[in-house]
């Protein structure tokens, strides 16, 4: 997903969904790239929501764990 996240923020050179739905008004470009730029600015907030999540869970999973030694399966 922060993959996704970069590859957006290089290819159009914003920072944000809100930065990418202003260049949609740029006059050179066509329909078709107008609408692209529509629907990744739409997906790319859910993702942002989804990246804070996950990184959300994987901090209190690590907190919350049981200390293992290594190479030990938890169960």
């Known amino acids: 997903m922060n ?13 944000s969904p809100n930065q990418l739905r202003g260049t949609i008004a740029d006059q050179g470009l066509d329909v ?3 609408d692209r730029r ?3 600015a739409r997906e ?5 929501r989804r990246i804070e ?7 209190e999973w690590d907190f919350l764990a049981p200390a293992t030694k290594r190479g030990e399966v938890r169960r």
Do not use: L, N
């Not at 993959?3 to 920072?15: A, N």
């Not at 790319?44 to 942002?48: A, F, G, I, R």
């Not at 999540?53 to 901090?59: D, E, T």
């Open 3 to 15: 993959d996704w996240v970069r590859g957006w923020k290089d290819e159009f050179d914003v920072e």
């Open 32 to 34: 078709t790239e107008k």
């Open 38 to 40: 529509r629907e990744i």
């Open 44 to 48: 790319w907030e859910p993702v942002q």
């Open 53 to 59: 999540i996950v990184g959300f869970a994987i901090r």
